[in-house]
């Protein structure tokens, strides 16, 4: 795999950044309006670990480290494959749970494509089989036929 380096790449959590008890203090007349909004609107949140969390812990964790929803990141010249956490459920119908997502950009013969998946190892092992993919010169429509 080519390496490079990058923002998202070397994204890291803030040391400095207060632990979730006393963020939520410290932003909770500030932000409670949108908070309940966002519940009042059926938005269910998820962690890394598939496990449901509160909108304002989904805040929290996003602001406290950039990196967060980032699980793995691979790109080539303007072309990248990126695999995040999208922290709500995308699944179709009821369908099981589908909280990650790897999307392929600017990659010739991978316009638009994207895999949802419902943990972070299926995600991260769907990760590398894209990049595999495109680095062996696969389409899409190529890598789905396997």
Not at 23 to 50: H, I, K, P
Not at 105 to 132: L, Q
Request: net charge negative; glycine share 8%; proline share 3%.
């Amino acid at each position: 795999m080519m390496t490079e380096t990058c923002d998202i790449c070397t994204a890291q959590p803030d040391p400095d950044f207060p632990d979730f008890d006393t963020w939520y203090a410290e932003n909770n007349d500030d932000r409670q309006e949108f908070w309940d909004m966002m519940v009042s609107l059926g938005e269910q949140y998820y962690d890394r670990d598939g496990k449901q969390i509160s909108y304002a812990k989904w805040d929290w964790a996003r602001s406290r480290d950039p990196g967060y929803r980032t699980l793995k990141h691979w790109h080539r010249g303007d072309g990248f494959v990126s695999t995040v956490l999208l922290g709500k459920d995308h699944a179709l119908f009821n369908g099981p749970l589908m909280i990650f997502e790897t999307m392929v950009f600017d990659v010739d013969g991978w316009r638009n494509a994207y895999e949802r998946y419902g943990s972070a190892t299926a995600a991260m092992r769907g990760h590398d089989e894209i990049v595999a993919a495109v680095e062996a010169g696969q389409s899409y429509s190529e890598w789905l036929e396997q």
